[in-house]
């Protein structure tokens, strides 16, 4: 597995050196190999005066995972690049995170490759804690990918839960909303599409309708292992007038996740929409595949609409990612 920002030195040009000077060296060579082996092969300790345990200030650095998620979301366009995965590739995405999920990275790695993915590991800046991300390898420089997305995993403890967004920019902040309870919350999933919604033809490339997607396979494979997922979604305020927010279970029966979050909104400010007790316009997710499955297997998800407003200004953005953090906080607990 690879770590993020490790130093990667260019090739130095050899200089010709005299004979004599090779043969000093060549000495040296031998009377070093020899010490390793006398000692049993380990690396010697610090030099005297090093400072053990303080990071070395030229080692890899934390990183900004909000940064890291607006500079790839940026390009996302209705004309980017779209290609639909096959069963096999999306199985192989699939598998990669499983194998985090089970802490063998090596299989993760064995996963990914053969359909250009990789896993690199990091050090959040935002939390500090580790974080595994399973994203599209591709040569410096190059055009954009294939439009299959990213994913996240906290690796500082046991993953109990997920946050989905299918729809980076076209609905937007959204993004940042998933980074923002990703953060708050230890044990969470990011899973991140990888196109604007429209992108595709015939709607190929909308996660939260197609279920021949790699954001459908890994959420239907978090779910499978019974994490529950909170999946965000934005509305233009005029497709439901007065209301800041509409939290439903999609498919499946509203249970206490949905009940929290739709009064943690209302504490918080925000007229909120409850479908399970009335009408919401075309926003209470019914038809989302991702919740279709959870509904099937009878794991908490749900899906949650926001306003404009609690998305794009960043005192709301905010307090959305608090309330939803708490929902998260008790899946972690275990209730």
Known sequence: MERRGANRPGARRAA???????????????????????????PAGPAAGAAVGVPDPGGPQPVDLAAEVDAYTAGLAPSGPYLVPDAAQRRAVADGVLAVLDGRPDRAGQALAPVGYRLTEFTEAGSGRRVAEIAEERPEGSADGRGWGRVYLDLSSKSAWSVQVPHPVSDSRTELIGVDLFRAVPGGVLVLAGA???????????????????????????TGRGLPGIQVHGFDEGSLPGADAVVSSGAGAAGPA????????????????????????????????????AAGLGVPWLHVELANALRTEPARRARVAAVLAGTARGWAAGS
């Open 16 to 42: 010709a050196l005299p004979v004599a000077a090779l043969l000093v060296l060549l000495a040296l060579a031998v009377g070093l190999t020899v010490a390793a082996r006398g000692s049993g092969g380990r």
């Open 196 to 222: 604007h919604r429209r992108a595709g033809a015939d709607g190929a490339s909308d996660p939260a309708h197609r279920g021949d997607t790699v954001f459908a396979a890994v959420v239907e494979t978090l």
């Open 258 to 293: 949905a009940e929290l979050t739709a009064d943690g909104f209302g504490r918080a400010g925000f007229a909120v929409c409850r479908a399970w007790r009335e009408k919401c316009g075309q926003l209470e997710g019914t038809t989302n595949v991702e919740g279709r499955f």
